[in-house]
């Protein structure tokens, strides 16, 4: 299984609302990343965990809140979005830290429309 | 921290032409440079990538070409067709630190005529 699975595909939100995304993989990665992605730009970094331990937050306003429950999710909970914040939110692993290919296996994403 | 220009934004070409995307990088330190091929809204998917002991790669009609020295590497599309359309992204980064942290080009968008 060489799959990342993102849920929701879609999402539509008030800026009032609260909402998660979430992801999985059962390929034994260590390292989960959340990337943001705005049309036809490349994705930006917005998180990194390595064994389930945050390891790089890359100045994302804490109305993104990320969690990993255990070394096969990722979940990125949303309070208070702003419309600039819609966007295709991709998660990626890897299979860690200075080991492995160094590939990033990506999700197909999730779409978020914040309204 | 690192930052990655890639060249052309766009890139037009009749099928059976070559395509040619350029990348620069700036830290000294990064030895891994993949390549990213995103189909209209699907995922980023990885078509080839390279390592800094290496100078050239190939893959069927793909191949990448790196030059330390002058902190620049390239992606090679022979033979293109249709289906080759779409946003092509450049990275690099450093596999032994920051957690595989990789620094993303702006992308080129191909265009592949018929």
């Known amino acids: 299984d060489t799959e990342v699975t993102q849920t929701p595909k879609h999402l539509v939100m008030g800026m009032t609302n609260k909402k998660s995304l979430k992801c999985e993989q059962h390929?034994?990665?260590?390292?989960m990343y959340w990337y943001k992605q705005k049309a036809k730009k490349p994705p930006e970094l917005m998180f990194v965990y390595s064994y389930e331990k945050l390891s790089i937050n890359e100045s994302v306003p804490s109305r993104f809140s990320p969690e990993c429950p255990n070394s096969s999710l990722l979940n990125l909970h949303l309070h208070a979005l702003q419309p600039e914040d819609s966007a295709l939110y991709l998660c990626?692993?890897?299979?860690?830290?200075?080991?492995?290919?160094?590939?990033?296996?990506f999700g197909e994403g999730s779409r978020l429309t914040v309204l | 921290g690192e930052n990655v220009e890639q060249h052309p934004s766009t890139l037009s070409v009749q099928e059976g032409d070559s395509a040619v995307i350029k990348c620069t990088y700036s830290?000294?330190?990064?030895?891994?440079f993949p390549w990213y091929k995103q189909e209209l809204g699907k995922r980023p998917q990885l078509i080839i990538d390279i390592r800094s002991n290496v100078g050239e790669k190939k893959d069927q009609r793909i191949a990448v070409t790196l030059n330390k020295t002058a902190k620049h590497f390239s992606l090679h599309i022979t033979e293109t067709q249709p289906e080759d359309s779409a946003v092509y992204f450049c990275?690099?980064?450093?596999?032994?630190?920051?957690?595989?942290?990789?620094?993303f080009g702006q992308g080129t968008i191909l265009t592949v005529h018929p």
């Open positions: 990626a692993s890897r299979s860690g830290p200075q080991v492995g290919t160094g590939e990033l296996f």
């Open positions: 990275a690099g980064g450093n596999r032994g630190t920051s957690y595989g942290k990789l620094t």
């Open positions: 390929m034994g990665h260590r390292a």
């Open positions: 830290d000294s330190a990064s030895n891994y």
